[in-house]
């Protein structure tokens, strides 16, 4: 499908306008979106609340209606998840990096974030650059073609440096949010 943005902008415009249902989604959304907006100046938790209901109403109206396509959906999901763990993509692998890479320069240069929570992502993020580095090192190395997918999966090094490696980028993602609850409740009930 070789469509342009201005295309694919038209082709969103006749969906949302070709059928009752689309309409109905439309309005509601945008009705939800206005009534939000509006409360940005008033604060009333009450309209909070509703929109999270609506949300969440939404969410299960969805799964209630859609369970057949809803449960395909979240088995492909897994699978592509236990695919990715098993068989790890360099792409996603690169776009880890890039991502630590990001939040390496927000630790940097974050006045908020406590002396205690960047030691633990600098110890997480020396790690992850190691085993990013020896990975390329082994690849050159072995000159180990990154797009040859069957190649890459023979060499046990290289394979077993990508799984460790989102492995602890996982385990850094769980304590961050474990880490952020603890704070958030700490200074609710202090």
């Given at each position: 499908?070789?469509?342009?943005?201005?295309?694919?902008?038209?082709?969103?415009?006749?969906?949302?306008?070709?059928?009752?249902?689309?309409?109905?989604?439309?309005?509601?959304?945008?009705?939800?979106?206005?009534?939000?907006?509006?409360?940005?100046?008033?604060?009333?938790?009450?309209?909070?609340?509703?929109?999270?209901?609506?949300?969440?109403?939404?969410?299960?109206?969805?799964?209630?209606?859609?369970?057949?396509?809803?449960?395909?959906?979240?088995?492909?999901?897994?699978?592509?998840?236990?695919?990715?763990?098993?068989?790890?993509?360099?792409?996603?692998y690169f776009f880890i990096i890039i991502f630590v890479t990001v939040l390496i320069?927000?630790?940097?240069?974050?006045?908020?974030?406590?002396?205690?929570?960047?030691?633990?992502?600098?110890?997480?993020?020396?790690?992850?650059?190691f085993f990013f580095m020896s990975f390329i090192a082994l690849a050159a190395y072995?000159?180990?073609?990154?797009?040859?997918?069957?190649?890459?999966?023979?060499?046990?090094?290289?394979?077993?440096?990508?799984?460790?490696?989102?492995?602890?980028?996982?385990?850094?993602?769980?304590?961050?949010?474990?880490?952020?609850?603890?704070?958030?409740?700490?200074n609710k009930y202090d």
């Amino acid at each position: 499908m070789d469509l342009s943005l201005i295309g694919k902008f038209e082709m969103i415009f006749k969906y949302i306008f070709s059928s009752f249902l689309s309409i109905e989604m439309f309005i509601l959304s945008l009705l939800l979106f206005l009534i939000l907006i509006v409360n940005l100046k008033r604060n009333n938790h009450l309209v909070q609340m509703i929109a999270i209901g609506v949300y969440i109403g939404f969410v299960i109206g969805i799964l209630i209606s859609y369970s057949t396509y809803v449960k395909t959906c979240v088995d492909s999901f897994v699978k592509a998840i236990m695919n990715y763990v098993y068989f790890p993509s360099t792409i996603v692998y690169f776009f880890i990096i890039i991502f630590v890479t990001v939040l390496i320069l927000y630790t940097l240069f974050s006045k908020k974030m406590t002396q205690f929570k960047k030691i633990i992502n600098y110890l997480f993020f020396s790690v992850l650059y190691f085993f990013f580095m020896s990975f390329i090192a082994l690849a050159a190395y072995d000159s180990v073609d990154l797009v040859d997918v069957s190649r890459l999966y023979q060499n046990e090094v290289i394979l077993s440096l990508v799984q460790i490696s989102n492995f602890i980028l996982v385990l850094w993602l769980v304590f961050t949010g474990f880490y952020h609850l603890y704070k958030f409740f700490k200074n609710k009930y202090d």
